[in-house]
């Protein structure tokens, strides 16, 4: 089964602070994960890829398959990161390729 | 914009009624899926659509059900609505799923 943990449902940094968001997946596959940014309840903006191994506003991701994590990081957080953050792993499946989501984390970038 | 479509932005409806959410997909995007938001459930998977045909369920009622038109835009019925149906309701799109999903800016269900 496809399955993904954001064992955080906060987190608070200052700003300038480094900032981590933990994400763990269960899948037998070859998973694709994501990560999602989602700013006072708009629409979700992909954020990464690890397929494309991208940094987008400072912030970067990289997959450990042994330790079946896709952690998001940022070296210096800033007030405009304040958002909720999903990960989200698609593996293909009977002809789909469905996301599932994690709970999310809210982080909150304290001045 | 996203350039996936969601219509209406907002709906208040009463228990028992009948609602019918739009979702048009990004240009040249075969795949809709639609989510459930709500604040105790997080996003939850409803149902796939792929150039017209259902290609995954996930937990949506059966007093739920959907479609995709030949045109490729979505819609979502939701029926003998409950209080707990309130919530955002988003569509996306995609060409292939692995390579991510483009979201619209949902519709926000309240069932009073």
């Known amino acids: 089964a496809q399955r993904v943990t954001q064992p955080e449902k906060l987190l608070s940094v200052f700003k300038g602070a480094p900032v981590e968001l933990k994400c763990n997946y269960s899948?037998?596959?070859?998973?694709?994960l994501f990560w999602y940014v989602q700013y006072s309840r708009q629409r979700l903006q992909l954020l990464l890829r690890h397929i494309s191994r991208e940094s987008i506003k400072g912030f970067t991701a990289d997959l450990n398959k042994g330790e079946t994590s896709f952690h998001l990081k940022k070296p210096f957080a800033q007030e405009e990161d304040s958002a909720m953050y999903y990960c989200a792993l698609s593996g293909y499946k009977g002809g789909s390729e469905k996301l599932v989501f994690g709970k999310g984390t809210k982080l909150t970038v304290n001045p | 914009d996203s350039g996936v479509t969601q219509t209406p932005k907002h709906l208040i409806t009463a228990t028992g009624q009948r609602v019918t959410l739009r979702c048009s997909p990004r240009s040249g995007d075969l795949s809709v899926y639609w989510y459930q938001q709500s604040l105790d459930q997080g996003l939850q998977f409803l149902i796939q659509y792929y150039n017209g045909e259902e290609r995954a369920k996930g937990n949506i009622l059966e007093r739920f059900s959907a479609q995709q038109f030949p045109d490729l835009h979505s819609e979502l019925n939701l029926s003998s609505l409950e209080l707990g149906d309130s919530a955002l309701y988003f569509c996306a799109s995609s060409l292939q799923g692995f390579y991510g999903y483009t979201f619209g800016s949902g519709t926000r269900l309240t069932v009073v």
């Open positions: 899948y037998s596959g070859s998973p694709e």
